[in-house]
């Protein structure tokens, strides 16, 4: 009876920190797909000296592999930031926010 217990009480602990670290994981996951998101769209406009339509195309065939994710391009003095935004949730205590990483490129000429 007392290792019945004991292994209801250990159980009873350990499932809540199994779930919050397969959520962790989750959240790790988006952020790393935001960040590759980031990555190509700076490495696209730094490769092809501009931003335009045409680079606009390839960041948004690639925005399929980040479905969440939102992404904004903005000029600023012949550099451009790219800040994608990912949504971070735990479902276990019901918590839903939304992160955000932003990134400059080098001097477009």
Do not use: W
């Amino acid at each position: 009876m007392k290792g019945a217990f004991e292994f209801g009480f250990i159980l009873l602990f350990s499932m809540p920190l199994v779930i919050f670290g397969i959520n962790f994981v989750e959240i790790v996951m988006n952020y790393n797909q935001a960040r590759y998101l980031q990555n190509y769209a700076i490495t696209q406009i730094e490769h092809q000296n501009r931003y335009d339509s045409s680079v606009q195309n390839l960041i948004d065939d690639e925005l399929q592999r980040c479905e969440d994710c939102l992404i904004e391009i903005e000029n600023i003095h012949q550099r451009y930031r790219v800040t994608v935004t990912f949504p971070i949730e735990i479902p276990l205590i019901h918590y839903q926010a939304s992160g955000k990483t932003s990134m400059m490129s080098q001097i477009i000429k």
